[in-house]
């Protein structure tokens, strides 16, 4: 892969080209999946690319009981349309080491000029000999090196209060098709222990020089058509697989508007 322009995967979290998203719902029984996103700017260039932010929301929940009940989530997988790009030349690699174990004060610290992206997660922690409670934790999203040829995005989870941390490793994959870029993480097995995810909220953005020009971590255009303004087109299907076994799926449509 080549290290200069990489089609968007780290949107995986992405999943909005234009215009905001409504959210998308899918339901097993009682297990309910929501998964929605944004760009900004709406509007963007039908020939090249714009630097964007991209904003990514998830939720499980339950549609009839509490919480608690929720199979724990494993792993998310999100395949997105290859018009996004995401630029890595010329910024800093963040080690696994340097973030995990670490408060997010020392990630700050030595892998400042990596964090690619910032949100938030809400989780139920479910211990032994110990009722449930919730912890809403932190989120830095972190440039990372390559491993066997795919790009690799570090997200950090920190909770101060109870202290906790927990690192998801999103793997960058190149597929056939529209939505041939595929970005996917498996929670790590020491928060398997512990971490029932029921929330996330990530947005993705950074501008930096690099060989005297200003560039974007992440850029998207608007491919349409001679004629049209705007186009409507396939964004991003996500897959959520459970520890019981359960896997599901939610698609979203996306429409960008041509700028000026």
Known sequence: MRPAVLILAAAALALCVGVPVAAEVNQDGDLQVVFE?????????????APVTVRVAGDIR????????????LSISVAINREGRLFDRGLPICPIAEVQPATERNARR?????????GHVRLRVR???QP?????????????????????????????????????????????GVLGTVMSTTLPPAARRWAYLTHFDMALHRTYWW????????SAGCPAPPGFR?????L????????????LGVSTVGRCRVRG
């Open 37 to 49: 996103g944004a760009m900004r700017p709406a509007a963007l260039p039908r020939e090249g690319a």
């Open 110 to 118: 030595e892998c400042r000029g990596a964090i690619v992206g910032s």
């Open 132 to 176: 449930p409670f919730p912890v809403r934790a932190n989120l830095l999203a972190f440039n990372g090196p390559r491993r066997n040829g795919r790009k690799l995005i570090y997200a950090q989870a920190y909770a101060g209060k109870p202290p906790g941390a927990f690192v998801l490793t999103f793997r960058i994959d190149r597929r056939p």
């Open 62 to 73: 339950s549609a009839a009981s509490g919480p608690d009940t929720l199979p724990q989530l």
């Open 127 to 129: 211990l032994p000999n």
């Open 236 to 247: 991003a299907a996500a897959t959520y697989g459970f520890a019981d076994g359960r896997s």
């Open 211 to 218: 060989h005297g020009a200003s560039r974007s971590y992440v």
């Open 230 to 234: 705007s186009v409507e087109f396939p």
